[in-house]
């Protein structure tokens, strides 16, 4: 999906919203874990449950994985299951030497056909380069992270500037892409540090985790965080997926996500009509 | 396997030799390419060939997850053929929150129980944790990577100090753990960069990619990055698998293993007599 299409469907549905699909085996209601293919089966239910409220879903690749070769067949299911109109990301936050990148680039662009995935930046450029090949694809590069360990390296003073590791991260990684084909990852958590990134990059999409479960604020973000095109993708993962744990659990989701896309509508009402 | 038996094994071999099992589909024999698990099939050759020189195999997750499915059965049954003498190492460079970085802590040391994984440091203390929660198990995280975007980050000046990125993050995550169960990778084109290393770490491993094709000077390697215990693990990859690309493959991966590790035999005559 390109920029055009993403903004389009940012602006007709009037929502950001992208929802994580962290699917967990042990967390799922009791009733799906009897069936062969749970994690499949409660995403497709999550999948029609939010499809109207949501312009993106997000799939975090460790939920699958831990799971085996099983795992990575219910992640190849659930994507096929998106319908073509929401932006697919792959939260794998790979990241190697250029040789190695390109492998993970076509796992997740060719092999899995998603339209962006997590890629983390300690290893410099020609580690990110090879994702930014792939014509229509999405880059999301790790900045500003919503934990706690975010603190231990990613606000480290570089030099005797001012300048923190994550701003010159996005400082630099901003040059070696377009807003075409780079996002970056900023935590909702730090939604006071959003203003100075759209500093650095006014037109950058940023897809910000944190809200939900780890207590961010929706308002904050949609303010300092959006731009003219929209500009956000703002992620809920579990605040969703487990809003219930029983038989109710598609209507509780729908139900949820509900409430944050007409906090965003409202956001729309109010700052970009 | 523990540090004890881990310096034992080095120690009796008088190797530090780390066979990198980056295996490349496209670069395998030809005849080889025909069989219906080729993959498996050439890593079963090329163990066979380098067992007795070398003390560790490291599986670069990237060429496997690149061929789907069939890659992580390729990998299963890859790992499943090393022999418990050796290190396993799943070169895999995961790191997100806690919460997901335990999910893939249970992909690599419990699904596919590797014995060490790599972990990308940017997202701090808790996206680390979790895989040194394990007994036994070693975490090995980035610290000076040999590829050239090394420089982009991981060299940049920290506040006022003489202090780099690297160097900072090798300080910091040091103290999360002990030379028992956490490792660091540096790369062995940074050779001349070992010696300071080692002023901060005079005991965890090194696990030191960069020697054959990338350039690296295993003398200086040795001489820098070992210390008493043997203390590092020195990757070569292409240089062996693909050393000769017809039916003399196995013969020749043997040889060129067997050449480095007779340089670190010497070493060990000359330096840790």
Redesign the interface.
Known sequence: MNRKELIAQIQAKKTFLCVGL?T?FIKLPYHLQKQPDAVFEFNKAIIDATLNHCVSYKI?T??Y?????KG??AM?RTLDYIPKSHFTIA?A??????N??S??A??FFE??PFDAITV?????????RPFLEYENKWTIV?GL??????????R?????SQER?YT??ID?VSAWGTPDNLMFVVGATQARDLRSIRDIIPDNFLLVPGIGTQGGCLEEVCKYGANEDGGILVNVSRAILYAKSDENFKAAAAEVATKYSNEMASFFKEEMA
Chains 1, 2 share one sequence.
Do not use: C
Request: glycine letters at 10%; aromatic letters at 10%; hydrophobic letters at 30%.
């Open positions: 962290d967990d975090n460790a939920f994985e831990s799971m085996g070769l990575w067949e190849e939260d936050k790979r990241g190697d030497i250029g190695t990148s492998h993970y076509k796992t092999i899995f983390a930046p300690y290893m410099g450029e020609d580690s990110i790790l992270t919503s934990n706690k360990g975010a603190s231990d390296f990613q480290l003073s570089i030099g005797n590791l010159q991260v630099t």
